[in-house]
């Protein structure tokens, strides 16, 4: 797997991971990117595991930007 540095993502996840509250979403969207680089690639281990924290991470979304949850700026 290559990471691109100069991807938009890869830049805001460098930015969030300066504030140590972040942490958590970080590791499910680093999990998730993993994940969907295995099922571009033919292999998915656990396509079961990726439902739950595909709904966490919408609902984590949505939750700041209805300014229930962290404000995730950027």
């Known amino acids: 797997m290559e990471i691109n540095r100069k991807h938009r993502m890869i830049q805001n996840l460098a930015r969030m991971?300066?504030?140590?509250?972040?942490?958590?979403?970080?590791?499910?969207?680093?999990?998730?990117?993993?994940?969907?680089?295995?099922?571009?690639d033919g292999v998915v281990y656990d396509p079961t595991s990726m439902a739950p924290r595909l709904n966490e991470l919408l609902e984590?979304?949505?939750?700041a930007t209805l300014g229930e949850g962290k404000r995730i700026i950027i």
Not at 17 to 40: G, V
Not at 60 to 63: F, I, P, V
């Open 60 to 63: 984590e979304l949505t939750k």
């Open 17 to 40: 991971n300066e504030t140590p509250s972040y942490q958590p979403l970080i590791e499910k969207i680093i999990n998730q990117l993993f994940e969907n680089a295995l099922m571009q």
